[in-house]
Protein backbone atom coordinates (compact mmCIF):
# COMPACT_ATOMS: atom_id res chain seq x y z
CA UNK A 1 0.00 0.00 0.00
CA UNK A 2 1.36 3.13 -0.68
CA UNK A 3 2.26 5.73 1.99
CA UNK A 4 -0.11 7.94 0.46
CA UNK A 5 -3.22 5.53 1.08
CA UNK A 6 -1.82 4.43 3.87
CA UNK A 7 -1.40 7.84 5.73
CA UNK A 8 -5.36 8.54 4.68
CA UNK A 9 -6.50 5.17 6.39
CA UNK A 10 -5.09 6.19 9.25
CA UNK A 11 -6.48 9.42 9.32
CA UNK A 12 -10.23 7.82 9.10
CA UNK A 13 -9.08 5.36 11.89
CA UNK A 14 -8.67 7.79 14.21
CA UNK A 15 -11.08 9.79 13.35
CA UNK A 16 -13.53 7.05 13.78
CA UNK A 17 -12.02 5.71 16.73
CA UNK A 18 -12.05 8.80 18.57
CA UNK A 19 -14.70 11.00 16.82
CA UNK A 20 -17.41 9.09 15.94
CA UNK A 21 -20.14 8.10 18.79
CA UNK A 22 -22.14 5.55 16.98
CA UNK A 23 -22.40 1.49 16.87
CA UNK A 24 -20.03 -1.03 15.47
CA UNK A 25 -21.76 -1.22 11.96
CA UNK A 26 -22.29 2.37 11.68
CA UNK A 27 -18.55 2.76 12.19
CA UNK A 28 -17.49 0.47 9.29
CA UNK A 29 -19.91 2.34 6.80
CA UNK A 30 -17.83 5.83 8.03
CA UNK A 31 -14.69 4.06 7.05
CA UNK A 32 -15.83 2.87 4.24
CA UNK A 33 -17.40 6.25 3.14
CA UNK A 34 -14.22 8.49 3.80
CA UNK A 35 -11.67 5.64 2.41
CA UNK A 36 -13.04 6.78 -0.68
CA UNK A 37 -12.46 9.94 -0.94
CA UNK A 38 -8.84 10.02 -2.29
CA UNK A 39 -10.35 7.78 -5.10
CA UNK A 40 -12.99 10.27 -5.74
CA UNK A 41 -10.46 13.29 -5.56
CA UNK A 42 -7.98 11.38 -8.30
CA UNK A 43 -10.78 10.82 -10.24
CA UNK A 44 -11.51 14.54 -10.29
CA UNK A 45 -7.96 15.25 -12.05
CA UNK A 46 -6.42 15.94 -8.35
CA UNK A 47 -2.72 14.78 -9.39
CA UNK A 48 -1.84 14.65 -5.45
CA UNK A 49 -5.27 14.11 -3.48
CA UNK A 50 -5.25 15.34 -0.12
CA UNK A 51 -3.60 12.50 2.48
CA UNK A 52 -4.05 13.96 5.60
CA UNK A 53 -6.80 16.91 6.82
CA UNK A 54 -4.04 19.56 7.03
CA UNK A 55 -4.20 18.93 3.12
CA UNK A 56 -7.77 19.92 2.58
CA UNK A 57 -9.12 22.97 0.38
CA UNK A 58 -11.64 24.99 -0.27
CA UNK A 59 -11.58 23.98 -4.13
CA UNK A 60 -11.30 20.23 -2.97
CA UNK A 61 -14.28 20.25 -1.15
CA UNK A 62 -16.08 22.26 -4.04
CA UNK A 63 -15.26 19.82 -6.38
CA UNK A 64 -16.28 16.28 -4.70
CA UNK A 65 -19.68 18.32 -3.69
CA UNK A 66 -20.38 19.20 -7.24
CA UNK A 67 -18.71 17.00 -9.59
CA UNK A 68 -18.09 14.34 -7.73
CA UNK A 69 -18.36 10.51 -9.39
CA UNK A 70 -18.54 7.33 -8.33
CA UNK A 71 -15.94 4.39 -8.50
CA UNK A 72 -17.19 2.91 -11.49
CA UNK A 73 -17.91 6.27 -13.35
CA UNK A 74 -20.91 8.06 -13.59
CA UNK A 75 -22.63 11.36 -11.76
CA UNK A 76 -22.82 10.25 -7.79
CA UNK A 77 -26.31 11.00 -6.60
CA UNK A 78 -27.50 14.29 -4.86
CA UNK A 79 -28.02 12.57 -1.65
CA UNK A 80 -25.10 10.53 -2.00
CA UNK A 81 -22.70 13.30 -2.08
CA UNK A 82 -24.94 15.19 0.83
CA UNK A 83 -24.16 12.33 3.04
CA UNK A 84 -20.50 12.23 2.02
CA UNK A 85 -20.28 16.05 2.69
CA UNK A 86 -21.80 15.66 6.17
CA UNK A 87 -18.87 12.81 6.86
CA UNK A 88 -16.05 14.47 5.55
CA UNK A 89 -17.09 18.31 7.45
CA UNK A 90 -16.89 15.98 10.63
CA UNK A 91 -13.66 14.51 9.83
CA UNK A 92 -12.11 18.03 9.40
CA UNK A 93 -13.67 19.55 12.12
CA UNK A 94 -12.59 16.70 14.79
CA UNK A 95 -9.16 17.32 13.58
CA UNK A 96 -9.36 20.87 13.53
CA UNK A 97 -10.22 20.53 17.58
CA UNK A 98 -7.71 18.47 18.30
CA UNK A 99 -5.00 20.03 16.87
CA UNK A 100 -6.27 23.37 17.42
CA UNK A 101 -6.11 24.69 13.66
CA UNK A 102 -8.12 27.47 13.13
CA UNK A 103 -7.70 26.57 9.11
CA UNK A 104 -9.70 23.42 9.31
CA UNK A 105 -12.09 24.81 12.15
CA UNK A 106 -12.68 27.59 9.64
CA UNK A 107 -13.20 25.35 6.82
CA UNK A 108 -15.45 23.10 9.17
CA UNK A 109 -17.71 25.85 10.25
CA UNK A 110 -18.66 28.02 6.85
CA UNK A 111 -21.98 26.97 6.09
CA UNK A 112 -21.96 27.90 2.52
CA UNK A 113 -19.09 26.22 1.47
CA UNK A 114 -21.02 22.91 2.96
CA UNK A 115 -24.49 23.57 1.90
CA UNK A 116 -25.09 21.15 -0.96
CA UNK A 117 -27.92 22.10 -3.47
CA UNK A 118 -31.64 21.01 -2.78
CA UNK A 119 -32.59 17.64 -3.41
CA UNK A 120 -34.92 15.79 -4.93
CA UNK A 121 -36.80 13.96 -2.58
CA UNK A 122 -36.08 10.09 -1.79
CA UNK A 123 -39.20 7.92 -2.90
CA UNK A 124 -39.75 4.25 -2.81
CA UNK A 125 -39.44 2.71 -6.41
CA UNK A 126 -42.43 1.62 -8.17
CA UNK A 127 -42.11 -1.78 -7.27
CA UNK A 128 -41.83 -0.98 -3.52
CA UNK A 129 -45.39 0.39 -3.35
CA UNK A 130 -47.56 -2.05 -2.26
CA UNK A 131 -46.45 -4.47 0.67
CA UNK A 132 -47.13 -7.77 -1.45
CA UNK A 133 -43.87 -6.77 -3.25
CA UNK A 134 -41.97 -6.85 -0.28
CA UNK A 135 -44.05 -10.60 0.49
CA UNK A 136 -42.63 -11.45 -3.05
CA UNK A 137 -39.18 -10.55 -1.82
CA UNK A 138 -39.73 -12.27 1.05
CA UNK A 139 -40.36 -15.68 -1.11
CA UNK A 140 -37.63 -14.86 -3.21
CA UNK A 141 -34.57 -15.27 -0.53
CA UNK A 142 -33.41 -17.72 1.86
CA UNK A 143 -34.08 -16.95 5.90
CA UNK A 144 -31.07 -14.76 6.90
CA UNK A 145 -31.75 -12.31 3.98
CA UNK A 146 -35.88 -12.46 5.16
CA UNK A 147 -34.41 -10.91 8.16
CA UNK A 148 -32.78 -8.14 6.81
CA UNK A 149 -35.74 -7.32 4.52
CA UNK A 150 -37.96 -7.17 7.24
CA UNK A 151 -36.04 -5.53 9.07
CA UNK A 152 -35.86 -2.72 6.59
CA UNK A 153 -39.38 -2.50 5.04
CA UNK A 154 -41.24 -3.71 8.20
CA UNK A 155 -39.43 -1.57 10.86
CA UNK A 156 -37.60 0.83 8.94
CA UNK A 157 -34.00 0.11 10.01
CA UNK A 158 -31.20 1.33 8.10
CA UNK A 159 -28.51 -0.80 6.70
CA UNK A 160 -26.36 -0.32 9.54
CA UNK A 161 -28.95 -0.66 12.00
CA UNK A 162 -29.97 -3.89 10.65
CA UNK A 163 -26.80 -5.68 11.32
CA UNK A 164 -26.37 -4.55 14.58
CA UNK A 165 -29.17 -5.79 15.89
CA UNK A 166 -28.87 -8.26 19.08
CA UNK A 167 -31.41 -10.80 19.72
CA UNK A 168 -31.68 -9.12 23.34
CA UNK A 169 -32.61 -6.13 21.48
CA UNK A 170 -36.39 -7.74 19.94
CA UNK A 171 -39.34 -7.37 22.08
CA UNK A 172 -41.61 -10.28 20.25
CA UNK A 173 -44.84 -11.30 21.58
CA UNK A 174 -47.46 -13.18 19.99
CA UNK A 175 -50.64 -11.56 21.97
CA UNK A 176 -49.03 -8.11 22.15
CA UNK A 177 -47.53 -5.53 20.21
CA UNK A 178 -43.92 -6.06 19.43
CA UNK A 179 -40.69 -4.29 19.04
CA UNK A 180 -36.91 -3.93 18.08
CA UNK A 181 -34.68 -1.42 20.03
CA UNK A 182 -32.11 0.61 18.43
CA UNK A 183 -29.92 1.10 20.94
CA UNK A 184 -27.55 3.22 18.52
CA UNK A 185 -28.84 4.88 15.90
CA UNK A 186 -27.80 7.19 13.41
CA UNK A 187 -25.98 10.02 15.73
CA UNK A 188 -26.19 7.89 19.00
CA UNK A 189 -30.15 8.12 19.10
CA UNK A 190 -31.53 5.20 20.64
CA UNK A 191 -35.17 4.57 19.92
CA UNK A 192 -37.95 1.60 18.90
CA UNK A 193 -39.64 0.70 16.27
CA UNK A 194 -42.64 -1.42 15.63
CA UNK A 195 -42.43 -5.01 14.48
CA UNK A 196 -45.82 -5.83 12.61
CA UNK A 197 -47.03 -9.80 12.81
CA UNK A 198 -45.47 -10.26 9.11
CA UNK A 199 -41.85 -9.15 10.80
CA UNK A 200 -42.38 -10.82 14.14
CA UNK A 201 -42.66 -13.95 12.32
CA UNK A 202 -39.36 -14.51 10.30
CA UNK A 203 -37.29 -12.74 13.51
CA UNK A 204 -38.69 -16.00 15.73
CA UNK A 205 -37.94 -18.71 13.23
CA UNK A 206 -34.42 -16.95 12.47
CA UNK A 207 -33.27 -16.30 16.47
CA UNK A 208 -34.47 -20.25 17.64
CA UNK A 209 -31.72 -21.29 19.61
CA UNK A 210 -29.30 -17.70 19.14
CA UNK A 211 -27.94 -16.68 22.62
CA UNK A 212 -28.80 -13.22 23.98
CA UNK A 213 -25.46 -10.99 22.42
CA UNK A 214 -26.19 -12.69 18.93
CA UNK A 215 -26.31 -10.13 15.67
CA UNK A 216 -29.50 -11.43 14.20
CA UNK A 217 -27.47 -10.66 11.01
CA UNK A 218 -23.85 -11.41 11.22
CA UNK A 219 -23.21 -9.87 7.63
CA UNK A 220 -21.30 -7.30 5.70
CA UNK A 221 -22.85 -4.15 4.69
CA UNK A 222 -21.86 -5.58 1.23
CA UNK A 223 -23.11 -8.73 1.56
CA UNK A 224 -26.76 -7.59 3.13
CA UNK A 225 -26.88 -5.03 -0.04
CA UNK A 226 -25.99 -8.02 -2.68
CA UNK A 227 -28.20 -10.34 -1.20
CA UNK A 228 -31.44 -7.76 -1.42
CA UNK A 229 -30.31 -7.06 -4.21
CA UNK A 230 -30.54 -10.63 -5.90
CA UNK A 231 -33.82 -11.38 -4.62
CA UNK A 232 -35.66 -8.23 -5.68
CA UNK A 233 -34.32 -9.41 -9.15
CA UNK A 234 -35.47 -12.82 -8.49
CA UNK A 235 -38.86 -11.30 -7.51
CA UNK A 236 -39.38 -9.33 -10.56
CA UNK A 237 -38.80 -6.17 -8.96
CA UNK A 238 -35.97 -4.58 -10.50
CA UNK A 239 -32.87 -3.52 -8.46
CA UNK A 240 -33.79 -2.80 -5.28
CA UNK A 241 -31.19 -1.23 -2.39
CA UNK A 242 -31.26 -1.75 1.37
CA UNK A 243 -32.40 2.16 2.24
CA UNK A 244 -35.18 1.58 -0.52
CA UNK A 245 -36.81 -1.07 2.14
CA UNK A 246 -36.46 1.95 4.68
CA UNK A 247 -38.60 4.28 2.33
CA UNK A 248 -41.43 1.79 1.94
CA UNK A 249 -42.22 1.16 5.64
CA UNK A 250 -42.33 5.41 5.97
CA UNK A 251 -44.88 4.59 3.00
CA UNK A 252 -46.55 2.30 4.28
CA UNK A 253 -47.08 3.86 7.49
CA UNK A 254 -48.49 6.90 6.48
CA UNK A 255 -50.83 5.67 4.12
CA UNK A 256 -51.69 3.23 7.38
CA UNK A 257 -52.32 6.53 8.72
CA UNK A 258 -50.03 6.90 11.33
CA UNK A 259 -49.49 10.38 12.33
CA UNK A 260 -46.34 11.91 11.20
CA UNK A 261 -44.46 12.74 14.43
CA UNK A 262 -44.93 8.81 15.39
CA UNK A 263 -43.39 7.72 11.83
CA UNK A 264 -40.34 10.06 12.71
CA UNK A 265 -39.79 9.22 15.90
CA UNK A 266 -40.06 5.38 14.91
CA UNK A 267 -37.01 6.08 12.05
CA UNK A 268 -35.08 8.56 13.97
CA UNK A 269 -35.24 11.57 11.82
CA UNK A 270 -34.57 14.59 13.51
CA UNK A 271 -36.04 16.98 11.00
CA UNK A 272 -39.68 16.06 9.92
CA UNK A 273 -38.94 17.19 6.58
CA UNK A 274 -36.50 14.36 6.16
CA UNK A 275 -38.99 11.76 6.47
CA UNK A 276 -41.77 13.27 3.99
CA UNK A 277 -38.97 13.36 1.68
CA UNK A 278 -38.68 9.92 1.83
CA UNK A 279 -42.53 9.81 0.24
CA UNK A 280 -43.03 13.19 -1.28
CA UNK A 281 -46.95 13.68 -2.86
CA UNK A 282 -48.65 9.87 -2.37
CA UNK A 283 -52.25 10.35 -3.97
CA UNK A 284 -53.60 7.27 -1.62
CA UNK A 285 -52.18 9.39 1.40
CA UNK A 286 -54.00 12.91 0.15
CA UNK A 287 -57.05 10.86 -0.60
CA UNK A 288 -57.68 9.05 2.52
CA UNK A 289 -56.70 12.13 4.60
CA UNK A 290 -59.16 14.06 2.57
CA UNK A 291 -62.19 11.31 3.42
CA UNK A 292 -60.62 11.09 7.40
CA UNK A 293 -61.74 15.76 7.16
CA UNK A 294 -64.97 14.72 5.46
CA UNK A 295 -66.21 12.11 7.46
CA UNK A 296 -64.69 14.50 10.85
CA UNK A 297 -66.75 17.64 9.28
CA UNK A 298 -69.79 15.43 8.74
CA UNK A 299 -69.46 14.36 12.33
CA UNK A 300 -69.32 17.56 13.48
Excluded at 104 to 111: G, I, K, Q, T
Excluded at 228 to 245: E, F, K, N, T
Amino acid sequence: MPDSARGWKETVETWVREGVYACEASKEEYRRWMGRIPSYLGALGFEHPPTTPRDFRREHIDALKYRAVGLRGGQLAPKTREVLMSKLRDLLGFYGRAHHSAVLLELASDVRLWRCRSVEPIRPTRGLREPADIDRMLGSCDLETQVAVSLGAWSGLRSAEIRAVEVRDLELSLTDRSWVVVRSGKGGKPRRAPVPPAGRNVLLRATTGMGPAARVYPRTYDVLRSRIMDSSRRAGLGCVRPHQLRASFILFALRAGVPEAVVQSWVGHRNPATTRGYVGRDPLIEDRAALALGAYLAGA
